[in-house]
């Protein structure tokens, strides 16, 4: 017995400790902010000392048992029980529709568009190839949760061409994936990331020369096209503390042929219509449509305010993202689309024809442009 009890005792303590040395020094929790970062953090505006802080007041939580109504915390913890068990026909049962790439035989053109999932879009303008938030892999730092929906053609860092530009959101795992990270390195000719974030791609082994931090409303020339980081109502962090220790926003991106904005993550803020005035509103924009839930709606919105989304940045174009790759909420997984359609739908009625937004709704893999948008309902296809 007593042998027993102290090989148990053995094993209980070889577990924390290994628990303890991945969390503590696993690569895909990234690293932290050098001198010179950490100057630029403590001089931001929008930093209070201890953590960013966004414009408008926000919640800044997403899942926490501790607080609530009972009826709440039931809530929270039946979507835990989700992500791990969920329900039948939540999920797709069968590959979600796709189309196979073919990018380094028939590179895209300037003003061409691919929707690679969740939130990452490849596109061209003004001789120029940028990506956003390039996900390939798991949503999650471990081998278990997270893992991407089957697709009839799955996507791959090897079949992206040369990117002239990489351009991160913020820091959480369905944004910032180190393993694709690592992978693009090669092809990329400069990242451009939050304040806080440059310290996470040089643990992933990017050259900090290749790598630029901006706060809100930084903006940087790439010959023609001029990146702008713009703000948006969310959070960060990749640990289990230092949460909001980096920052977190959207990117405006304009050539003199095409305006794009990119959303990564956020709750509904009057920020959208300030941001649509600054700029005078955008061509296209990529806009945050799913994994939602309305607890948490301060930092992720509802499809209806990501339609109200696209009206206030006074886009001619809105290609929902953030949908059809990963189960991270409770919702049905065709759930996000329906909505914004119907949303958008419904705010057109009420526009002037000048005022109006079109839905691009590409599959994954599909190269589309503007004057010829996908508007097929794929998805009511799709199998449960």
């Not at 990452?120 to 303008?125: D, E, G, I, P, S």
Request: proline letters at 7%; hydrophobic letters at 40%.
């Amino acid at each position: 017995m007593f042998v027993l009890l102290k090989w148990l005792v053995i094993c209980i303590v070889g577990v924390i400790v290994l628990t303890y040395l991945f969390l503590r020094f696993a690569p895909t929790f990234g690293g932290l902010p050098d001198s010179d970062t950490q100057a630029r953090i403590n001089a931001s505006p929008n930093f209070d000392g201890n953590t960013f802080v966004n414009l408008t007041s926000t919640n800044a939580s997403t899942i926490d048992l501790s607080t609530g109504t009972a009826s709440e915390q039931a809530s929270e913890g039946n979507v835990l029980w989700q992500f791990i068990f969920p329900p039948k026909g939540k999920n797709p049962s069968e590959p979600v529709q796709s189309q196979k790439l073919n990018l380094l035989n028939e590179p895209l053109t300037d003003g061409e568009f691919v929707w690679l999932g969740h939130s990452t879009v490849l596109f061209k303008t003004a001789g120029k190839t940028l990506i956003t938030d390039p996900v390939f892999h798991r949503a999650s730092p471990l081998p278990i949760g997270g893992k991407p929906f089957a697709y009839q053609n799955t996507p791959t860092v090897a079949d992206l061409p040369n990117v002239d530009a990489v351009l991160i959101s913020h820091d959480h795992y369905d944004h910032l994936d180190h393993k694709a990270i690592a992978q693009i390195n090669a092809k990329t000719g400069h990242f451009y990331v939050p304040l806080g974030v440059k310290s996470h791609l040089m643990r992933w082994g990017v050259p900090s020369d290749k790598i630029s931090e901006f706060d809100w409303y930084e903006s940087v020339k790439l010959d023609d096209v001029e990146l702008t980081f713009t703000p948006t109502r969310h959070f960060s962090g990749r640990r289990l503390t230092g949460h909001r220790t980096t920052l977190w926003g959207s990117w405006a991106v304009v050539s003199p042929d095409l305006s794009v904005y990119f959303s990564g993550d956020g709750g509904y803020s009057p920020e959208f219509a300030n941001i649509g005035e600054r700029f005078g509103g955008f061509d296209v924009a990529f806009i945050e449509d799913g994994a939602y839930n309305e607890r948490w709606r301060d930092v992720l919105m509802l499809p209806e305010e990501s339609a109200q989304a696209g009206f206030d940045l006074q886009a001619k174009v809105v290609l929902p993202i953030h949908w059809g790759k990963f189960d991270l909420s409770m919702h049905e997984w065709r759930e996000p689309i329906r909505r914004i359609t119907q949303a958008v739908h419904q705010g057109n009625a009420n526009r002037p024809a000048d005022e109006q937004i079109t839905l691009a709704t590409p599959s994954v893999g599909q190269v589309f442009d503007l004057d010829d948008l996908p508007n097929e309902a794929w998805w009511e296809d799709s199998q449960h």
